[in-house]
């Protein structure tokens, strides 16, 4: 009986030494978490039974995991991720129907199809989110595919332009220029620099992200007299080729440009243009200047402009300054970078400016996560012993917090894995020993036979 006492004491070691060297053997596996043996005593017991009783050898209980958190790494990449505390990253293997699976292994790429995938493919599951980045559905049956969009898929249209500036009043006005109330009040030709003074140029977008050409063109109109400190100023917008009207009007011909007034401080202390009468008439504007709608060649749609000169904007003595000149119109921007918060919120940012929120990553929790099975590349699965999956966003209801440009390393300690080894070693040979000795008493009882 002795023999196979000590034969289940060398399975036992086998396995033991089969799962230290595991251990080892995956001490760079990103994500990995080792494995312990848990072995038992074998007793042939009845209710008559004396307690005065060897056992007959040793079995294998079970291989428990241990799920304890591991180091991190640094790395570069903002979709490498690491979970710091409780949870698992979810991942499916297929784009709409597929096997589900849990790991902590947060090495993630994108592929061809810029869906975002662990390094056996699986596609990375997150929950769906509003622009805000509020989660909107919960629950395992909301988990969608990471795909990162190529753009934003947004353009607007330009609706409001934010600029000041400083004109010089030192200016002269212009010698091709006929001031209001001559024979000729509208004489202005933006292809000739002796009607006007000074101009300022920028881009606008019509709804559809096409860039338009946007120019002011100033021109003084009058200076400062003895009985008149004031001094008034056009400025005229043009949109590609046309020209916009001030008075809010399309069908003004032609266009009214807009009229500015300064005082003997340089403060501008009126906006407004003149009206078509005879003669002419300032009708006086306030705030931001809405414009006419306007359509130049080239773009999707009518444009419908408003320009806030701010109170920055004055006439001084300096040289002709534009200050600032913002628009908030832009185009269709490319993905220009991801990055990922501590809550697992992925965000995408693109070159126009804007950003969009794609969702958080789903983290995934356990009752008893040592009852998960084992799948390999760092993924277990579900089963009966581990419960049903509690699904949730990181740093909320005990979920753990997501670390960027981090990898989790394997929670093998090395030197205990070494000093484990030894033992399994040591103990396969004692058990070997133990059956050569009764192999021996065998021999001898064998030979007091002869």
């Known amino acids: 009986m002795s023999f196979y006492t000590s034969l289940s004491g060398l399975k036992a070691a086998q396995s033991d030494l089969s799962v230290v060297s595991n251990n080892v053997a995956n001490v760079g596996t990103v994500g990995f978490k080792k494995s312990s043996s848990q072995f038992g005593d074998i007793i042939s017991a009845s209710p008559l039974q004396s307690s005065a009783l060897s056992g007959q050898g040793t079995r294998l209980k079970g291989i428990d995991q241990e799920f304890t958190q591991g180091g991190f790494q640094s790395s570069e990449r903002s ?32 592929d061809a199809d810029r869906y975002v995938v662990d390094n056996s493919g699986a596609f990375v599951q997150v929950l769906p989110t509003d622009a805000s980045g509020t989660i909107t559905a ?45 024979s000729n009040p509208y004489a202005f030709d933006r292809f000739d620099l002796n009607s006007f003074n000074q101009q300022a140029a920028t881009t606008v977008y019509d709804i559809q992200g096409n860039a338009l050409p946007a120019t002011i063109y100033y021109t003084r109109l009058t200076t400062p007299t003895s009985t008149d400190p004031n001094s008034t100023w056009e400025a005229r917008l043009f949109v590609g080729d046309s020209q916009v009207s001030a008075d809010g009007d399309p069908t003004t011909v032609p266009p009214a440009p807009l009229i500015m007034t300064f005082d003997g401080n340089g403060t501008m202390t009126g906006q407004g243009y003149y009206d078509t009468a005879t003669p002419p008439v300032l009708q006086p504007l306030t705030g931001a200047i809405d414009y006419a709608d306007v359509q130049p060649a080239g773009a999707a749609a009518a444009l419908a402009l408003s320009i806030d000169y701010g109170s920055n904007t004055r006439q001084t003595a300096s040289p002709f300054t534009v200050k600032t000149f913002n628009q908030d119109g832009y185009a269709a ?90 033992q399994a070693q040591r103990n396969f040979q004692a058990n070997a020993k133990a059956i050569d000795t009764a192999n021996q008493m065998t021999q001898t009882v064998v030979n007091l036979r002869n």
Not at 91 to 105: D, E, F, H, P
Not at 138 to 165: K, V
Not at 375 to 383: I, N, R, S
């Open 79 to 110: 979709l490498d991720l690491a979970i710091s505390g409780q949870g698992f990253f979810v991942t499916k293997t297929g784009v709409t129907n597929g096997s589900i699976s849990y790991t902590r292994n947060g090495s993630f790429s994108v």
């Open 138 to 182: 919960t629950g395992i049956a909301s988990a969608r595919n990471l795909q990162l969009p190529l753009t934003s898929g947004l353009s607007r249209a330009t609706a409001s332009i934010d600029l000041s500036l400083n004109l010089p009043n030192t200016a002269d006005i212009p010698a091709n220029r006929s001031v209001y109330g001559a």
């Open 333 to 422: 921007g490319q993905l220009d970078n991801v990055t990922v918060d501590s809550e697992g919120l992925v965000t995408a940012s693109f070159s126009n400016g804007t950003s969009q929120a794609l969702g958080k990553i789903m983290i995934a929790n356990f009752t008893n996560p040592e009852g998960l099975r084992q799948l390999g590349d760092a993924k277990w699965a579900a089963t009966g012993a581990s419960g049903d999956p509690q699904v949730g966003a990181a740093g909320s209801n005990g979920f753990g917090s997501i670390a960027s440009g981090s990898l989790e390393q394997a929670n093998v300690d090395i030197t205990e894995e070494l000093v484990a080894l030894i």
